[in-house]
């Protein structure tokens, strides 16, 4: 079992930045991809990035690519999302998950997630 905590999200001006974090119960991200989703009010959660840890490859929604960084940091068995320019439009809740499969943008290969944190971008 991995526990996921996500945490970073807030309100900011369009435009602007934020850096959300996932932190896991275990010891090691190591076997894992480990992704970010979202969900705005009223939409289907979407996939937004990921990391292969093994590897460091990164994949990203379009939507976000140049804007958005992932990374991670394997002492700290923490994922980041870097997020720069900020968009109303990248207003939802964030979620971490863990896959121990590399199919970035399946929701269901990722088997252990986070609660969730809010993102508001005003425009």
């Known amino acids: 079992q991995v526990q996921l905590v996500e945490s970073g999200g807030g309100l900011v001006q369009a435009g602007g930045s934020l850096r959300l974090s996932c932190a896991a119960s275990?010891?090691?991200?190591?076997?894992?991809?480990m992704g970010w989703f979202r969900q705005a009010p009223g939409k289907e959660r979407e996939f937004v990035a990921a990391?292969?840890?093994?590897?460091?490859?990164?994949y990203y929604v379009d939507s976000v690519k140049g804007r958005f960084t992932i990374s991670g940091d394997n002492a700290k068995v923490t994922v980041y999302l870097q997020m720069n320019s900020l968009k109303p439009e990248d207003t939802a809740v964030y979620y971490c998950?863990?896959?121990?499969?590399?199919?970035?943008?399946?929701?269901?290969?990722?088997?252990?997630w986070g609660q969730g944190t809010q993102v508001t971008v005003a425009s």
């Open positions: 275990r010891r090691t991200f190591s076997g894992y991809a």
């Open positions: 998950a863990a896959a121990n499969t590399w199919v970035p943008k399946k929701e269901s290969q990722y088997q252990y």
């Open positions: 990391i292969k840890w093994s590897s460091g490859s990164t």
